[in-house]
């Protein structure tokens, strides 16, 4: 029995330090990885016009990859185009896709509190037209860029810009697919004919921001025409429950907003996994 366990022992030592020594090697070569994609990530800054506004934009590609690829636009929150977007950017770059976080206010405008924000922002509220008009502009941007699958692109948006992509696709916009984090449903009322795109949608179960009747009244409508969304609900999670900023925002101006690590890391999962199927690689 002494000699069984203490094979055992040894046995389950050996053991261990194979597996330690199979996460160093796998940890090496993850930072190889890495370094070997930072050093091929590329960043471009330019502009473009919409609705006679010069617009900014944020463009994040792997110079390392040969030929065309699946580009996706980048719709940022409320505050306007900031880091926080352009972060994002740099993440689906390496994924493999052409990025770009686009500007929807034009001008360089942002706003560093929740009135300007508003301000901003209320426009494409009142006339969710506008959403399209802007989508437009920036899609026909990023589709100049010589690395861009001009018929592979998708936008993703956060909380506001969740708004601009799911109102830019119902009404039409040329997109294979788009995803909305933590965005508000309401809009324009989808249109069979119009929508194209297929549509993901990560919601936080404790957003106090987008009511229940808003999510069951959008789940409503697109059941009624038929449309292709996939719908994700993570529990604990607020509003802007992606961003690593939004419990200094909410403890500054108590809006509703709160970050959730495991909602964030779960949704950015479920977004990698949608533009894989959507882009077929």
């Keep these: 029995m002494r000699f069984a366990l203490s094979v055992l022992s040894l046995l389950s030592a050996f053991l261990i330090l194979s597996c330690n020594n199979s996460q160093t090697t796998s940890s090496e070569n993850e930072k190889k990885d890495s370094t070997t994609k930072a050093s091929h990530l590329q960043i ?3 502009t473009y016009s919409a609705d006679g506004k010069t617009m900014d934009a944020y463009i994040a590609y792997n110079d390392s990859l040969q030929g065309k690829r699946p580009a996706v636009l980048v719709i940022h929150e409320w505050w306007g185009l900031n880091d926080y977007a352009k972060s994002r950017a740099r993440q689906l770059a390496d994924l493999g896709y052409v990025a770009m976080a686009a500007d929807m206010y034009g001008n360089g405008d942002t706003a560093s509190d929740p009135q300007g924000a508003m301000k901003l922002a209320g426009p494409f509220y009142q006339n969710p037209q506008l959403t399209k008009s802007r989508v437009d502009a920036a899609l026909a941007k990023l589709k100049t860029l010589p690395q861009v699958d001009t018929n592979n692109i998708a936008a993703i948006g956060y909380c506001y810009g969740g708004f601009v992509v799911l109102n830019a696709a119902k009404l039409g916009a040329d997109l294979k697919g788009v995803v909305t984090f933590h965005g508000d449903l309401s809009g324009v009322t989808p249109d069979k004919k119009l929508l194209k795109a297929k549509i993901l949608v990560l919601h936080g179960e404790a957003d106090t ?16 025409i038929g449309a292709d969304y996939t719908f994700k609900s993570y529990p604990n999670a607020k509003h802007a429950f992606t961003n690593p900023n939004a419990d200094a925002v909410d403890n500054k101006y108590h809006i509703g907003v709160g970050y959730n690590q495991e909602a964030d890391k779960q949704s950015w999962e479920a977004m990698k996994e949608f533009l894989q199927k959507l882009f077929g690689k």
């Design 44 to 46: 471009e800054n330019t």
């Design 209 to 224: 921001l987008v009511k229940p009747a808003v999510v069951n009244q959008f789940k409503h409508q697109m059941d009624s």
